[in-house]
């Protein structure tokens, strides 16, 4: 079955319930007006009875007209739109006397009506509305007065009032249908800008972006909504393809040096010292391809990934203690001296396995940096009520203009003028990342030839 469109849609529903509300309001119509002509009927016919009720007097037992003859000129010479039918009976209901313009009809008496009631009958072929009213000597009723008007009229006008309604009905809601549609169609217009443009997106055009409305209603917010998921859609694809082009260059750069030492080491024969320098030299490569990897892996891994946390309460005394004794090697080897300064014992809740990362990624980083001979500080503290962490180290700093592109992959400052200091650029990156998802916020204040001072604050 052919599903309808959504601008169809919208039109059929409020068709139907325009289709309940326009029922409801010609049903309240007619109602209203079949009452009023019923109520006039009923209103003309009681007038009729109370002005020949005064035309009449009973004597032994018998109804009689005053000025009997005048009565029925009067009756024969009224001109009526809806003449009154008038008709005396006795108790039994045998005719007595009748108006003129009933000619050869007579109305027929149902003895089995309440006195005084109005009620639908038929004078032959005529439809009328009828009332028997009971005339009396004392308490006796001695016969009736049968007053009745035709309904023929009211019967045409509700016939041609239903007739108009059942002929408009079905036209109003066609007419109402077009015009829901069209304005249907405007009011959606933006989901076809929506559809065109997502058609004409491609992996290799992510430019375009859907025009606003000018109404700020909620298709608005929809385009909005979807420019935005667009435009972080685009940054996400920029930085995929930096990545992979910067992963790529950094994982040749070891292969190239690697292969570069063992085709020289293969030209001659070598002593073995040099042999064992060239192999040692490539073994130290590959050891920095693995960290490379390691630390690619671990950015992919954790891209975006809230589902791999596992938050418990940590305390990060400790934890900074391990981080410090796991690093004790590397740190003698650089002859710095580590200092911890505790205010209180700490505890947060956070991941303790991405924590630690981060915390080993910028005490290495500080180790790595820092001159033959100076000090490395780790403080732990609250601030405001927050707890911090301080890793400060007093060696080459990073100049001002690098500051703002440190978190970014692959990127290293003063690579060039410090060649020794081996790294990857994807260290503080990773700190970045994992902090984002820990909600944790990191900063670094840093001096050229002075020092450099990462603070990490933890929100909750």
């Known amino acids: 079955m052919k599903q309808l469109s959504f601008k169809n849609r919208i039109a059929s529903n409020y068709i139907i319930i325009t289709a309940l509300l326009i029922f409801v309001v010609f049903f309240a119509i007619f109602s209203i007006v079949r009452y009023s002509v019923h109520v006039r009927v009923n209103n003309e016919i009681k007038s ?242 693995n960290h490379l990897v390691d630390e690619l892996l671990l950015l992919a891994r954790f891209e975006n990934q809230r589902q791999n946390i596992k938050l418990e309460k940590v305390n990060l005394n400790s934890l900074i203690t391990d981080v410090i004794s796991r690093n004790a090697q590397a740190i003698k080897e650089q002859k710095v001296n580590c200092k911890t300064e505790f205010s209180e014992e700490i505890y947060v809740q956070t991941d303790t396995y991405l924590f630690s990362i981060i915390v080993t990624n910028l005490l290495t980083n500080a180790i790595k940096y820092s001159n033959k001979g100076s000090n490395i500080v780790v403080k732990l503290y609250h601030s405001d009520g927050k707890a911090q962490c301080d890793i400060i180290d007093f060696g080459i700093g990073i100049p001002k203009e690098d500051i703002n592109m440190i978190f970014n992959q692959f990127y290293r400052s003063n690579s060039t003028i410090h060649p020794e200091i081996k790294g990857t650029g994807l260290g503080l990156s990773i700190v970045k990342r994992l902090c984002d998802l820990l909600e944790i916020d990191v900063k670094l204040e840093s001096e050229e030839n002075v020092g450099t001072k990462a603070t990490i604050s933890f929100t909750k």
């Open 48 to 289: 009729e009875v109370t002005k020949h009720l005064k035309e009449i007097e009973v004597i032994e037992n018998c109804v009689l007209l005053i000025r009997e003859e005048q009565w029925k000129t009067k009756q024969l010479n009224k001109v009526e739109v809806s003449p009154a039918f008038i008709q005396f009976v006795d108790e039994l209901g045998a005719l007595v006397e009748k108006s003129p313009n009933l000619k050869q009809k007579k109305l027929t008496y149902d003895k089995n009506r309440i006195a005084n009631d109005l009620f639908d009958t038929k004078l032959e072929t005529i439809s009328v509305r009828q009332i028997q009213v009971p005339l009396y000597q004392g308490t006796k009723v001695i016969g009736y007065l049968i007053v009745a008007m035709s309904l023929e009229d009211s019967v045409m006008v509700l016939n041609n009032l239903f007739t108009v309604m059942l002929i408009a009905y079905p036209l109003i809601l066609l007419v109402l249908f077009l015009i829901a549609r069209f304005f249907a169609g405007r009011s959606i217009k933006p989901i076809s800008s929506i559809i065109d443009t997502a058609n004409f997106i491609t992996k290799d055009n992510l430019k375009s972006r859907i025009p606003l409305p000018q109404n700020k209603d909620e298709l608005h917010l929809l385009s909005n909504t979807i420019n935005n998921l667009l435009d972080r859609i685009e940054n996400a694809v920029v930085r995929e393809k930096q990545f992979a082009s910067d992963a790529s260059h950094e994982l040749r750069t070891p292969l190239a040096v690697i292969k570069g030492t063992l085709e020289v080491l293969i030209r001659k024969e070598r002593k073995p010292e040099e042999y064992k320098e060239k192999i040692e030299f490539c073994v130290s490569e590959v050891n920095r391809l």
